[in-house]
């Protein structure tokens, strides 16, 4: 089961996750280090909800801003 929206096409994003330690800068510290940077999925919100599109009841995997903006209209 693929992890995109089936109205918008939002899929998973790869950002980094930085490790830092150290007290800041402006809190009379060093300065914070960064110790680690590892790569870490994000997963967009969806939900299994049912749609009518041309009259049929239709599940979709959408996310939940295209729900907010299909159940606004």
Known sequence: MSKVCEMCG???IVVN???RRGKARAAGG???KVTGVSKTRQ???L???T???NGLSVRL??????????YAA
């Open 61 to 70: 995997r959408i996310c939940t801003k295209c729900m907010k903006n299909a």
């Open 10 to 12: 939002k899929g998973p």
């Open 47 to 49: 939900q299994r909800v």
């Open 17 to 19: 996750s930085v490790i």
């Open 51 to 53: 749609v009518r599109q």
């Open 43 to 45: 997963l967009p919100n």
């Open 30 to 32: 060093v300065g914070r």
